[in-house]
């Protein structure tokens, strides 16, 4: 019985490792050939909105500059909810503490999200006409694989070799 049990889990993970190495390397979520947004650096998206040399450049600099920009409010967040975590877990900790600690994230979180907003319109600045409808024909693909992904939750299926745990 013993040797049948150690059989059985062998074969059990020896098939579970091959659907994975079936993937290959590179397949991930998007999976291959897709234009991912985050993919290679952005190369693959800027390859798909044919952007010029300029373009990349500036963009570039806009997410830098973005980046070093927000650098303090997204310490200052983090900080934040180190904070709301331990007020949270400190049982002498009253209602309206935990809610004055939930708003000063909640302010955080709003104000690197003007700034997103505020970037977001800086880039569409530097895209073409074309440019644009391409990356919101990119982003409506986008949406349908995920609201195919969801249709898969409902059915029963779940990411992961184990689901959500």
């Known amino acids: ?27 991930g979520f998007m999976g291959k050939g897709e234009y991912g947004f985050h993919r290679e650096g952005g190369k693959a998206l800027a390859a ?22 927000t650098q303090g409010l997204r310490s200052d967040l983090l900080q ?8 949270y877990a400190d049982p002498s900790a009253t209602d309206a503490a935990i809610l004055t600690k939930q708003k000063e994230v909640d ?19 530097i895209f073409t006409t074309e440019q644009l409808t391409k990356l919101g024909k990119a982003a409506q693909n986008l949406k349908n694989r995920r609201d195919r992904m969801k249709d898969f939750s409902k059915r029963g299926i779940r990411p992961g070799a184990w689901g959500r745990m």
């Open 1 to 27: 019985m013993k040797k049948v049990y150690i059989v059985s889990t062998v074969v059990f993970f020896l098939a579970l490792s091959t659907t994975v190495f079936a993937f290959g390397p590179g397949a």
């Open 48 to 69: 798909y909105l044919d952007l010029s040399k300029d373009q990349i450049d500036e963009l570039s600099q806009l997410r830098q500059k973005n980046r070093t920009d």
């Open 80 to 87: 934040k909810r180190m904070e709301l975590k331990m007020v």
């Open 107 to 125: 302010t955080l979180k709003q104000k690197l999200q003007d700034k997103m907003t505020q970037l977001k319109l800086e880039e569409r600045k």
